[in-house]
C-alpha cells in the first residue's frame, strides 16, 4: 500500500500568499539599498572622518599628523568650551520656551475651516522661505541705531546698541530665531491638529465644555507625539544656529553668543585648528543623539500608537 499526503486547497493558498509576502520583502529590501548607501556615504563615512581628525593635527592645508588625546586634553581644557556649551543650552531651552507656545496657538488657530485662517497660514509661512544668513542681514539693517527702524519710524526705544550688549545680542538672536522657524512649527501643530476626530470636540460641547476645557483636556493631550515631534526638530536644531548667529552677531559683543557651533567654526577656519574642531564636532553630535533619544523616550514605548492614547 502506498502513503499518499494529500493538501487541502486551504493550506496551498496559505503558503501561496505567504510566499507572495516573501517576495515582496525581499523586493522592499532591495529599495533601501540606495537610501543606505547616501547614509554610509554622507553621514556615517563624514561622521568617521570627523572623529579620526579629532586625534590628529592639521591646519587644513598642510598633512595631517598623529596628535593622540593632545586636542581632546586641550578642549575640555579651555574654559571658552564651557561657555560655548551654556550658551548653547540657554539658547535652546528659551528658544523652545519662545517658540512652543506660539507655535502651538497659532496652529490650533490656523487649523481652523475659515478661509482667511488658510491665507493667514500661507503668508505666516514665508519667513521659512528665506535663508537664515538673509534674516540677520534684513534685521541687522532693521536694528541698526542710526539707519534703522529708530530713525525711519520715529521710535526712540529702538534706537539701542542690540548688538553691542551682551543681554541685548542674546535676547536678540533668541527673537529672530523664533520670528524664523515659529511658521514651521506651526505648521507642524496644524497639521496635527486636523488630525483629531471632531467627534472628541462634538462630545464635549454635549457635556458643555468650553473652548479653554476642550483644548486642555482634548486639543493637548492629541498633540502628545506632535508636541515630541516639534521639540526634538527645535532643540536639535538649536544646534546648527550658526550661520544666522555668525551673520547677525559674529559669536559677539565678546563671546556673548558665541555657541558651540560658531566655536567649532572659529577654531577650524579662522585658528586653522582641525584637530580641535573636530572635538567639538564630535561633542556636538553626541549632544545631539542623546537629547533626540531622550525627547523619543518621553512618547513612550510604543513609537506607533496612536494619538487617541493621550485621552
Do not use: C
Request: aromatic share 12%; hydrophobic share 55%; proline share 5%.
Amino acid at each position: 500500500m502506498s502513503n499518499t499526503v494529500s493538501t487541502s486547497p486551504r493550506t496551498a493558498v496559505s503558503r501561496g500568499e505567504s510566499q507572495q509576502t516573501e517576495k515582496r520583502k525581499a523586493a522592499l529590501a532591495w529599495l533601501t539599498v540606495p537610501a543606505l548607501f547616501f547614509f554610509l556615504v554622507f553621514a556615517v563615512v563624514p561622521l568617521a572622518g570627523v572623529f579620526i581628525l579629532s586625534f590628529a593635527n592639521w591646519d587644513g592645508i598642510g598633512s595631517i599628523g598623529l596628535a593622540g588625546m593632545d586636542n581632546w586634553f586641550s578642549v575640555l581644557a579651555d574654559p571658552g568650551l564651557y561657555n560655548a556649551l551654556g550658551l548653547t543650552f540657554l539658547i535652546m531651552i528659551a528658544s523652545w520656551l519662545v517658540q512652543t507656545p506660539i507655535s502651538l496657538l497659532l496652529g490650533v488657530f490656523t487649523a481652523g475651516s475659515q478661509r482667511y485662517r488658510a491665507a493667514l497660514a500661507v503668508l505666516y509661512f514665508l519667513p521659512l522661505l528665506l535663508s537664515s544668513a538673509a534674516v540677520a542681514i534684513a534685521f541687522k539693517a532693521l536694528l541698526d541705531p542710526n539707519f534703522g527702524l529708530a530713525t525711519g519710524l520715529g521710535l526712540p526705544f529702538l534706537a539701542q546698541d542690540w548688538l553691542g550688549v551682551p543681554h541685548l545680542a542674546l535676547g536678540l538672536v533668541i527673537f529672530v530665531i523664533a520670528w524664523q522657524f515659529v511658521p514651521f512649527h506651526t505648521l507642524i501643530y496644524q497639521g496635527g491638529v486636523r488630525q483629531i476626530p471632531k467627534s472628541l470636540y462634538e462630545a464635549a460641547e454635549i457635556d458643555g465644555a468650553g473652548t479653554i476645557k476642550q483644548f486642555f483636556h482634548i486639543t493637548l493631550p492629541q498633540l502628545k507625539y506632535t508636541i515630541i515631534t516639534s521639540s526634538t526638530l527645535m532643540v536639535v536644531g538649536s544646534l546648527t544656529y550658526f550661520d544666522l548667529i555668525f551673520v547677525l552677531t559674529g559669536g559677539g559683543p565678546g563671546n556673548s553668543t558665541r555657541i558651540l557651533a560658531l566655536d567649532m567654526y572659529l577654531r577650524g577656519f579662522r585658528a586653522n585648528l582641525m584637530g580641535p574642531a573636530s572635538v567639538i564636532a564630535v561633542i556636538l553630535v553626541v549632544i545631539g543623539l542623546a537629547l533626540a533619544l531622550l525627547l523619543q523616550r518621553l512618547g513612550g514605548k510604543d513609537k506607533q500608537g496612536s494619538q487617541l492614547e493621550g485621552l
